[in-house]
């Protein structure tokens, strides 16, 4: 039997996973971060993107996370965001649309634009995109 470590990926609004792996990849805001049991403790920021759980057996399962704190104990790996959500449930149409907006809003950039915000968004945006590019591309779609 391999040796795993529990994750947990908690929302803003509910637990979206709970359960053990054998292995987390996870969005750092310096790069991504491969998780294994027994990993050195470290509590870190993460940058919007894709978590990837590899579940005993070899199963991966996908969230995609805005951003927000990764801990990692020794049997435990707990990651804190905003807005989680399984990979799966991302809704293509709705980013595609968002991407659309916060282009318009780049383009059309008035004195009352808050540009930082409209960065983090179009940072979530690409995020998201690019998760679901990898979710499609592990699929075989």
């Known amino acids: 039997m391999a040796m795993t470590i529990h994750v947990d990926i908690v929302s803003a609004e509910q637990e979206i ?82 991407k659309e907006a916060v282009d318009r809003a780049m383009h059309e950039r008035t004195a009352e634009m808050e540009y930082a915000k409209v960065l983090a968004e179009q940072a979530e945006i690409a995020a998201q995109l690019l998760t679901l590019q990898r979710l499609r591309r592990r699929a075989g779609r």
């Open 17 to 98: 996973f709970s359960g053990v792996a054998e292995m987390v990849f996870a969005p750092g805001v310096m790069g991504e971060l491969g998780i294994a049991p027994h990993h050195s403790p470290l509590l870190t920021y993460l940058a919007p993107g894709e978590v990837r759980v590899k579940l005993p057996g070899g199963a991966e399962e996908s969230f995609y996370v805005s951003g927000g704190i990764l801990e990692i104990q020794p049997h435990i790996v707990t990651v804190l965001s905003d807005t989680a959500m399984r990979a799966e449930d991302l809704d293509e149409a709705a980013v595609l649309k968002a």
